[in-house]
């Protein structure tokens, strides 16, 4: 499903509209996303495993939810939309970045956001996610040497646990 998206420049300015279709294999078309880490009372990453069709990084481990921000929409209020969309619950988030990422293809603004998960059921979008699970830094970097995880993903889950001594 295509998705129209604010299209902007390198200062984060809006000066246009886009298709997200339109955006791969073409870097100057910036867009944003948001992407949330979810932590629990332990420490532990709640790290979601994607399903293989999807287009980029299929059955990698990134981040605990993520998307494309639409057109003229709020980042926080997309990152919340995001949070139920694919893991069936919300909570409070707290504002943690906002990087220019390039990737092989596309390059976007993501605006990354922390949230505390307070218990109670987690229902994962199945046509996305494949899995979900709390991973501690230790089961976390066991996981880097025995599957795949999104560069990215991998980055923010370390900075994370670097940053929360």
Known sequence: MDELLDLVNENDEVVGEVWRSATVGHPELIFREVGILIYDDKKRLLLQKRKLNKKSYPGYWIISAGG????????????????????????????AFKLLLTYPGNRSYAYGY?????GGNIVVQEEEVEEVRF?????????IKNDKVEPTSADWCREFWENSK
């Open 68 to 95: 494309h921000i639409g057109k003229g929409k709020n980042p926080e209020d997309e990152a919340h939309r995001e949070l139920k969309e694919e893991l069936g619950f919300d909570t409070v988030l707290e504002f």
């Open 135 to 143: 991973f501690s830094k230790e089961e976390f970097e066991e996981l």
């Open 114 to 118: 922390f949230g505390k998960y307070n």
